[in-house]
């Protein structure tokens, strides 16, 4: 058989193997080394008491012969959309239609999957620096791919560019890796530009908890028009610590090309897919009820103060740095014109402290560092302290 | 943006939706009438308490903060996949390496999501009658497709013709929806075939926990020279009732093209999904403890001797069928040459007892009717002797 060879074009990742590598070797050199870990791009609190119970409960339905659920639908059951519809409505005052969304075991395997839909003559945008899975996904296919530079000149926040075409536009806000996010005026440019090329954003909503500001939208279907050029991809990782446990949504309008991408995602669905596990999306469900909510948003401030926090301690240093503020992740330039290799090891010895550099997330981060808010209070404290002293 | 055009070419299957519809009406029209479903291809029974057991406890872990977890290998954890090799080792004398199983949401994702690998320039043998999935998903891909003949002159389990050349071939075997299951001999010649023409068989094995008759295969890997030919798709949906319970499992040897097809998948599954959750992952490894293999063995005799009614019936009515004997399903011939549909009105209006027409499985299956053995036992043998009596 002939293989798909757009896999021989893939790169190998080596970032997060070699940041791992590297604080193992530093470890067995000085074993007395306490060393902080603000690299983790994973959750570390406990599911919420409500999660934990309604799986609970629900394992104890599938357990009984009079209320066991055999295949459920592909697309997810109605008690969990019309939880996220709500959620929408209350929080965004977007309406989405219950058919609009597509409950699955997360982001990641939505934001790929996706791709079928589409021919492999198209137009990538990526912005860049970026999550390496939507460069990847796309490579996989054969598309041709367009870097869109994000630095500190823009904001992290890359606009359109007119002169640019694109089919396909990824657009992250909060960011991974940067934090950065998108003002309303920002994502309207975005939009009208999408329509204009007739494009189609795909927006990953995967970090929308994190967003304070009541001005600054957590959902693309906040801006007008958003429904005509938009797909939206969010999770349940973040803001209820589902990295282990797996359920996402992806929201596909109907008035997108008149409902025919709707129906393309339902069908590639119901084709290669058999849906989520009931308990599962019973534990997602409990998320949205009033206890669910007040349970995780204690979280979701745990998080929020850690970032605030790390923020803090970089302004003290005199340090640039985006994000932090609505989202979990702080950018931080790397001092001195340091490379952000040279800077992890910088930090690494001086501090006793692993992040994450910021080339392996693209060409623009080179010279960037990435600190994450999913770690401990005090351990976080700690590290601030270090990296304060480590660059006073 | 351009679409994928090859979303235009797919059928819309209407066979379970015109079945409920037929049902539905019948029964409005008749209120009094007591309907039995014989059509069902979901389990019915519950999970066992192990699993029940193993995934509450699971649910507890991920409720505290020293025991949480959150991302997990995107392949499965390792108890899992020890489990599994355990199973293989012990039930089909097949030795596995870890990294040659991949644990998944169900066997039905892994189908589809596999043919990533290949290019669309392949030509794919599929039986006929065949699980629609198999068709869609190349449909899907513009893939070249080749129907190969399954009927009563080979027992509905055909074998290749050298004359016709094949990248990719699909085998299930114990078969849905014939119940047919190849044997060791008729495997070789499949195995020595593909090897031949350097095509790959796709072994669809998620009705082996079937198999009684100890001559039979359960796995292709059981077969000498499939490590450098097949890839092998089970689950845990039928063997332990996980419908919606949501977990598989794909084998892919790391024999096959000196490991890069192993890589490929592992590059795949890294890139576009992210595990299946942990608690279901603790849920399915309780399946192949000592307690927990004699729990689901007492269930699967339930449906077994299901099957063995309905054959015993069948074969009482003078009826030409295959399958129910090491499979869940029955494939039977349509009396007095009817059509499958007019032989669908006929049951449900002479006996009240839904069937799955064949037609719905590819032109094959014009004449015979699909009867499973998934059912509740009393009503099973309710409907047998409605069937006999109609038939009589």
Aim: aromatic share 12%; glycine share 10%.
């Amino acid at each position: 058989m002939k293989l798909n060879r757009n896999y021989d074009n893939l790169q190998q990742s080596y970032l997060f193997s070699t940041v791992a590598r590297k604080a193992r070797e530093y470890s067995q050199a000085h074993p007395d080394a306490d060393i902080i870990k603000l690299s983790i791009g994973d959750v570390t609190l406990p599911l919420a008491p409500v999660v934990v119970e309604a799986m609970k409960r629900a394992a104890d339905e599938m357990g009984k012969k009079e209320t066991f659920r055999g295949y459920g639908p592909e697309q997810g059951y109605d008690f969990l959309k019309e939880a996220i519809a709500g959620y929408y409505k209350r929080e965004d005052g977007v309406d989405l239609a219950l058919d609009e969304i597509f409950i699955s075991d997360g982001a990641k395997s939505d934001l790929g999957n996706i791709l079928d839909l589409f021919d492999a003559d198209n137009t990538v945008l990526i912005p860049d620096p970026v999550y390496p899975v939507y460069v990847d996904t796309n490579i996989m296919a054969g598309r041709r791919i367009v870097m869109l530079d994000s630095n500190m000149d823009n904001g992290f926040a890359p606009m359109p560019d007119e002169g640019q075409d694109a089919d396909l536009i990824y657009l992250c806000s909060p960011n991974n890796p940067t934090g950065a996010v998108y003002t309303r005026g920002q994502l309207e440019a975005w939009v009208a530009y999408a329509r204009r090329k007739g494009a189609l954003i795909l927006f990953d909503a995967a970090y929308e908890c994190f967003v304070s500001d009541e001005s600054l939208p957590r959902s693309i279907f906040e801006i007008e028009g958003a429904r005509e050029c938009a797909v939206e991809f969010c999770s349940f990782s973040k803001i209820a610590g589902f990295t282990g446990t797996r359920c996402g949504y992806t929201v596909v309008p109907k008035t997108l090309l008149g409902g025919k991408l709707n129906a393309m995602w339902l069908r590639r669905q119901t084709t290669k897919f058999n849906g989520v596990p009931y308990l599962v999306q019973r534990g997602a469900a409990a998320v949205f009820t009033e206890e669910g909510m007040s349970q995780i948003r204690a979280n979701i401030d745990y998080y929020r103060e850690n970032a605030r926090i790390i923020g803090e301690g970089l302004a003290a240093a005199g340090i640039r740095f985006v994000g932090g503020k609505d989202s979990p992740y702080l950018w931080m330039e790397c001092p001195n014109g340091m490379d952000s290799w040279d800077f992890f090891d910088f930090l690494l010895e001086r501090a006793n402290v692993v992040g994450t550099p910021g080339a392996g997330f693209g060409k623009n981060g080179a010279r960037y560092f990435r600190l994450t808010a999913f770690g401990d209070r005090g351990r976080t404290i700690e590290a601030v302290e270090r990296i304060k002293k480590a660059l006073g």
